[in-house]
């Protein structure tokens, strides 16, 4: 029974033995190793040392059991202006880095910048074609005004009755009645149409029906009044009675007119013709001529005192 205990104790501590002895076979090599380099180290140049050992520090675990490597002064000021100069390397790289990135931000915001310039000047452009299109519109839609002396001789024609307006505007060119009822709202031109002798009416309604603006019919009337008064000058001069005859009806008509429009209307025609507007203030009586010229004195007094001189001259 006691052997049997014996061999039991030694079979508990046989594995604790095993155990050592395994360390010992790893650890001696190690060992060995370790002698070996640092009498190596011992024996060879510093530097050469040196470096080794420096290699053999950062190796894991074993590079703690080797020394530290030891420089002369020169060398560790050396190593100081290595480090420094790596330091200053990393510090202008890192700079570089950021630069490099500052750079391209600058970049980024510049072209962003161009861009939304670029849109403003779009919109800028739409918004002055869009404010110019409505005046451009109104400009193409608003048609064309007779003049202020079209329309003030529309005024009087149209306020005599069209019994009364039709016989003076029949002594008129084609062109210029066509001028004046143009100007004229629709009802006032229909009744003193009617008035007028057929032929001339519709020579009147295809010169009306033609005309594209007022200021192509006033510069066709104005082209039709010198040829007829040049017209006009031989013929009176050879055909005198015949004169006489227009002046009659002509003071008739006005003898009949209110004096306010025919003063009106005679300072109109004194503008384009005052030989003719002379002629029937002559032919009228001096009452009537009396009452139109004081009428005309009111409202245009420098065209009633040329006629005054002129009537009295003549």
Same mark, same amino acid.
């Given at each position: 029974m006691a052997k049997a205990g014996t061999e039991v104790e030694l079979d508990l501590e046989q594995p604790s033995g095993s155990k050592a002895g395994r360390i010992l076979l790893f650890a001696v090599p190690i060992l060995f190793t370790v002698v070996l380099v640092g009498a190596l180290l011992a024996l060879s140049n510093p530097t050469t040392r040196n470096t080794v050992l420096e290699t053999a520090n950062? #190796?894991? #675990?074993?590079?703690?059991?080797?020394?530290?490597?030891?420089?002369?002064?020169?060398?560790?000021?050396?190593?100081?202006?290595?480090?420094? #100069?790596? !330091?200053?390397?990393?510090? &202008?790289n890192e700079l570089k880095t950021q630069l490099t990135k500052k750079n391209t931000e600058l970049k980024t915001v510049q072209q962003a910048q161009v861009d939304t310039q670029k849109k403003v000047d779009d919109l800028t452009k739409k918004l002055e074609t869009a404010q110019a299109k409505p005046k451009d519109a109104a400009a193409e839609k608003e048609p064309e005004k007779p003049s202020d002396q079209v329309k003030q001789l529309a005024q009087t024609y149209g306020s005599m009755s069209a019994s009364k307006a039709?016989? &003076?505007?029949?002594?008129?060119?084609?062109?210029? &009645?066509?001028?004046?009822?143009?100007?004229?709202?629709?009802?006032?031109? !229909? !009744?003193?149409?009617q008035k007028m002798a057929a032929d001339k009416a519709a020579k009147v309604s295809i010169m009306l029906k033609n005309a594209s603006s007022p200021s192509k019919l006033e510069a066709a009337a104005n082209t039709a009044r010198a040829a007829a008064d040049k017209a006009a000058q031989p013929a009176q001069a050879a055909s005198p009675s015949g004169a006489s005859l227009n002046q009659d009806q002509l003071a008739q008509t006005f003898s009949s007119m209110e004096a306010s429009s025919a003063s009106t209307?005679?300072?109109?025609?004194?503008?384009?013709?005052?030989?003719? #507007?002379?002629?029937i203030l002559k032919s009228v009586d001096d009452t009537t001529r009396s009452n139109i010229l004081s009428q005309m004195a009111g409202t245009d007094s420098e065209t009633a005192a040329s006629l005054a001189n002129k009537l009295i001259g003549g």
């Open positions: 950062k #190796v894991p #675990v074993v590079g703690s059991m080797f020394p530290k490597p030891t420089y002369t002064p020169e060398q560790q000021a050396q190593k100081k202006e290595e480090k420094q #100069v790596e !330091s200053a390397e990393a510090t &202008i039709a016989p &003076i505007l029949e002594t008129l060119t084609d062109a210029e &009645i066509a001028m004046i009822l143009n100007a004229m709202n629709t009802e006032q031109r !229909s !009744s003193i149409m209307l005679l300072a109109q025609m004194a503008k384009t013709n005052q030989t003719k #507007v002379l002629t």
